[in-house]
């Protein structure tokens, strides 16, 4: 009855670990994608023209001239 209770524990332990990798790895692959898409939305938002009100200084000097 000690063996087959041990064996018992062992295949939840080992069915447990097994869906614990699986849960990390697609929470460590998505927190990753996430972090990729932010980094590429903050890029492009960072490199696109400024609104043309921040440009006014600028562009009254060029007009004196």
Same mark, same amino acid.
């Given at each position: 009855?000690?063996?087959?209770?041990?064996? $018992? *524990?062992? &295949?939840?332990?080992?069915?447990?670990? /097994?869906? #614990?990798?699986? =849960? +990390?790895?697609?929470?460590? $692959? *998505?927190? &990753?994608?996430?972090?990729?898409?932010? /980094?590429? #939305?903050?890029? =492009? +938002?960072?490199?696109?023209?400024?609104?043309?009100?921040?440009?006014?200084?600028?562009?009254?000097?060029?007009?004196?001239?």
């Amino acid at each position: 009855s000690f063996c087959v209770l041990l064996s $018992f *524990f062992s &295949l939840i332990f080992f069915v447990s670990f /097994f869906y #614990l990798h699986i =849960f +990390l790895h697609h929470f460590f $692959f *998505f927190f &990753l994608l996430s972090r990729a898409l932010l /980094f590429l #939305l903050f890029f =492009f +938002l960072m490199i696109r023209r400024p609104p043309r009100s921040t440009l006014f200084p600028y562009t009254t000097l060029s007009d004196l001239n």
